[in-house]
Structure formats: structure tokens, C-alpha cells
């Protein structure tokens, strides 16, 4: 399993280059360019590195000593350089379950020995061609998923998101991708909570993958009611008609991933994949963070 490493931790580096080429520093200080530049500088020049990881240091002491912060789930003081919300213990408590996973459905513990695809895939279609999620929808995966969602703490996404990369870094749901198109919120929802949560994740992983993005491909025009208030039947029939392509040519002949946060009963990404693939789409993967 691979360790999960916050997103901005910070390599450490030595100080012995401290105190000797100081007038260096003026010289790069006076010569400011776009932000990106100067990280390169930062990132290509130990004295820099050593100055900016002591900033960082007497940043954070100032946090401590007069703003300190406490984990959302443990409440251990988050004390170390990256830490955000979220401890790194509480992180590095998350595993991938240890269980076979559908290779259709991507659920876990659902197979026979023997079988590689569930009982519920061999009685359904899904217009997807496989889904993978890199957890179960339970204990801390399950409590930064709300605290994405409802406290609205949108860099969670970007943790989240570094996490399915992780987990999933082997998986053929990457090979050959063209596109990735997340599960859209309905416009007055997306308005309440600031972002769409699946749109979050999709960003970041096109960016570590350098996928394109089409987070306006799909859009909600109905607000029904939340999946999770149904039952299975009702769910699938709760997000017909909800769901409207409006940019198909950028579909067509396209291996799509589609990304959303959590996978229940699979309606909501199957009613999606349906729509992309009537649009031409040639495959459509789907990718949740947690399975319930
Ligand atoms: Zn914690
Ligand atoms: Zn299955």
C-alpha cells in the first residue's frame, strides 16, 4: 500500500547553505517574476529552499503558539509543516480494503471464489464499462467526504483526489484516457456549497494526470431528491431525465472517466455514462472515492 502524503508536505532539506550566500538572496528578491518562476528558483536554490522552509517553520510556530489548530476527526494538534484539517496520522489510517473487488462494479467483498464479476453484474447492464472506488464509505474516509461536502472545505478535494491516485495508481482505469467528465450538481446546490464536489476531484486529477477536463460537458437541469434519502428501485428511477448533454462533440469517439465521490447503487453514474455513450462516447470508466 502506499503511503498517503499530504498534498503541500514539504521535502526537507538541509541548512548548510544558510549564511553564506546571502546577498544571493537580495539579488533573486529583486528580481521578482510570476509566481511559478519563483517557485522554480525556490525549488533550484538550496539557499531559498533553506529560507522559505524557515518561513514556513516560524509560520507555523506563530500558528501554535497563537491560532492553534485541532484534527476534525482525532483532535491531535496539528503541529507538523502541511497539516490541514486533517492530521497525517488520520490520514495514514486509511487503507484500501483488503478484499476482491468486481471487476465490472468495482464493489468489494461482493465475489464468489473463482468469479471475477458480482451476482448483481451478471443480473445487470451498466452502460459503464467499470467502476473503481479506492475505499469503503466508512470511519475516516467517510467523515473528510462530509467534511468536503457540507463543513464545505474545498481543499479536502485535492487530498481526496491524491488519495485515489494513490490507491489507484496500478489500476488500467487510467490507460488510454481522453477525457474526464464529472457527475455535475445542480446549479442552485453547486451555488450553496461553493463548488461541485466531484468537479474538485475531477480538477486534480487531470491535473497530476494531465487529462483534459470537461467539467461543463453534462449538466443537472432538475433538481430531484437526494439518492440517498431512496431505496435501490427508486433511486434509479429518481435520475431519469435529470442529466443533459450539451457539449457532444466533445464526446464522441472519446474514453471518458467520469468521477464522482461516492458510488451507492450506481444509478447516478450509470444514468451519466448512459447519456455520454448515446453521445458516441467509444468507453466510459467511472472513478468514485468511496464505495457505501
Ligand atoms: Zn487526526
Ligand atoms: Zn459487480
Known amino acids: 500500500m502506499s503511503e498517503l502524503r499530504p498534498a503541500n508536505q514539504q521535502k526537507e532539506v538541509g541548512n548548510n547553505a544558510l549564511g553564506s550566500s546571502v546577498y544571493r538572496l537580495s539579488a533573486e528578491k529583486r528580481e521578482r517574476g510570476t509566481r511559478g518562476e519563483r517557485d522554480r528558483k525556490r525549488k533550484g536554490n538550496p539557499l531559498i529552499s533553506n529560507l522559505w522552509l524557515l518561513g514556513k517553520r516560524g509560520a507555523k510556530l506563530s500558528e501554535l503558539l497563537f491560532f492553534p489548530s485541532f484534527c476534525r476527526l482525532c483532535h491531535r494538534l496539528l503541529d507538523q509543516l502541511g497539516e490541514r484539517v486533517i492530521c497525517r496520522p ?6 484500501p480494503p483488503n478484499l476482491p473487488a468486481c471487476s465490472t462494479c468495482g464493489r468489494y467483498g461482493e465475489i464468489k471464489t473463482g468469479q471475477d464479476v458480482c451476482f448483481n453484474c451478471q443480473q445487470e447492464k451498466w452502460s459503464f464499462s467499470f467502476h473503481r472506488s479506492c475505499a469503503l464509505y466508512q470511519g475516516e474516509i467517510k467523515e473528510i467526504i462530509l467534511l468536503f461536502k457540507y463543513a464545505r472545505i474545498k481543499f479536502l478535494g485535492k487530498d481526496l483526489a491524491n488519495l485515489a491516485l494513490s490507491f489507484l495508481a496500478n489500476s488500467f482505469l487510467w490507460e488510454g484516457l481522453d477525457l474526464v467528465v464529472p457527475v455535475p450538481l445542480y446549479p442552485k446546490r453547486k451555488k450553496e456549497r461553493g463548488f461541485n464536489q466531484a468537479e474538485e476531484l475531477a ?18 437541469i432538475k433538481d430531484n431528491l437526494p439518492q440517498a434519502s431512496l431505496e435501490a428501485k427508486e433511486r434509479r428511477q429518481n435520475v431519469k431525465g435529470v442529466y443533459e448533454l450539451i457539449q457532444k462533440d466533445q464526446i464522441k469517439d472519446k474514453t471518458i472517466l467520469l468521477v464522482d465521490d461516492v ?26 472515492i468511496a464505495q457505501a
Open 203 to 220: 480538477r486534480h486529477i487531470c491535473r497530476a494526470k494531465k487529462i483534459p477536463l470537461a467539467p461543463r460537458a453534462l449538466i443537472k
Open 90 to 95: 488520520c490520514w495514514q489510517r486509511i487503507h
Open 263 to 288: 458510488f451507492t447503487t450506481g444509478s447516478t453514474l450509470n444514468e451519466c455514462s448512459l447519456i455520454l455513450k448515446k453521445a458516441g462516447a467509444r468507453e466510459v470508466r467511472a472513478l468514485t
